[in-house]
């Protein structure tokens, strides 16, 4: 099998706006361009992979992936990962743009194997328990509704995007509990907002609250203030989300003890390959890697990890575009969700 062709093709969508914290735009909403890479071949199977970033992304793969790999064999998978990552020496790719292909060359295994995705790449379980992981809303209140929108829709865990306004938010966080009662598992998302000092301060205020984890409050660029951080806290710090260099800086973080659970993700750890290789890392740590973002490419991948359990489900629902008309993924009345069973990973846009 060799790889034919590299095409771009794009679908309008509609979205809601959002933001992660004060300061920080998460998406500006109404109608969109999203974009789709097709990965051709001459056995006529499509691997396909939906890009961040369009311009930036585009001229990427026109410039660079493409003129590399037309004429590569797909089944080559590790092989195509490396020579990205040697090409990576010289381009510096955007962090998300190292696993384009390669999971667009997932895809392409899977649909030649007849199987879903999360059963090629490990195949652990058939389902994964979601969280409600929430936008940031403009006031208490308004998080309080979305919680109870969650929990009608069947959430049995609920994540908090935050202000980054530290009273305000240990208040949220002391509500919140106060609200979906002692059984709901509560976790939140710092998006980098705090100092340290703020970081213990809120992680106190979680702790005696009994939420789940605490997931990067600071920058990531400082080991020390993590470790620091860690010794100090008893409720679970999840960190590494946003850094470069896949399973190799991820070492890093386990060997200085800078996290208690750790991110892996298709698109911030160099593709499917990425991600697994960052989770067997920290399986070897005996911790979880907790996949980042949703869709089906992060579903099939906590399916297919023994130590990762959760699905991050972005609520309100109508914040995510959906180009492939499929819908938005929904837990079912235990909280559980599951992924496409249909071959590959379940990209294919819908007329």
């Not at 080559?76 to 696993?99: C, Q, S």
């Not at 598992?185 to 205020?205: F, K, P, V, W």
């Not at 260099?245 to 593709?271: I, V």
Request: hydrophobic share 40%; proline share 5%; glycine share 10%.
């Amino acid at each position: 099998m060799k790889i034919t062709g590299f095409e771009i093709e794009y679908y309008e969508t509609e979205s809601a706006p959002y933001r992660w914290r004060d300061g920080l735009i998460g998406g500006p909403g109404g109608k969109s361009r999203q974009t789709l890479l097709r990965v051709t071949t001459d056995a006529g199977i499509d691997g396909l992979v939906w890009l961040s970033h369009g311009a930036i992304s585009e001229e990427l793969i026109q410039r660079c992936i493409a003129p590399m790999f037309l004429g590569a064999d797909p089944l080559m998978r590790e092989e195509i990962w490396w020579r990205m990552w040697e090409r990576d020496r010289l381009e510096e790719f955007p962090i998300y743009a190292l696993g384009y292909l390669d999971v667009a060359v997932w895809d392409i295994l899977a649909k030649a194997a007849n199987v879903p995705a999360y059963k090629l790449l490990g195949g652990h379980k058939s389902r994964a328990k979601a969280y409600a992981s929430t936008v940031t809303m403009e006031t208490l209140d308004d998080y309080l509704r979305l919680a109870d929108r969650c929990l009608d829709k069947g959430y049995k865990a609920i994540k908090l995007h935050v202000w980054g306004r530290l009273p305000d938010d240990i208040r949220l966080v002391r509500k919140l509990r106060r609200h979906v009662g002692p059984d709901i598992e509560l976790m939140l998302d710092g998006s980098a907002g705090y100092t340290l000092d703020e970081s213990i301060r809120l992680g106190r205020a979680m702790e005696e609250e009994g939420y789940l984890w605490l997931e990067e409050p600071m920058r990531e660029f400082n080991l020390l203030v993590y470790e620091k951080l860690c010794r100090t806290l008893d409720i679970p710090i999840l960190g590494a989300e946003c850094t470069d260099g896949c399973h190799f800086n991820a070492a890093e973080w386990l060997r200085h003890g800078a996290c208690d659970r750790l991110r892996t993700s298709w698109f911030y750890k160099g593709g499917f390959t990425g991600a697994l290789k960052t989770a067997n890392l920290a399986e070897s740590f005996q911790i979880q890697a907790d996949v980042h973002g949703c869709g089906q490419g992060a579903l099939h991948l906590v399916c297919a990890l023994p130590n990762s359990l959760y699905y991050e489900s972005l609520v309100p629902e109508e914040c995510v575009p959906d180009a492939t008309l499929l819908g938005h993924i929904l837990p079912d009345a235990e909280g559980w969700v599951h992924p496409s069973d249909s071959p590959g990973i379940g990209w294919e846009p819908r007329a």
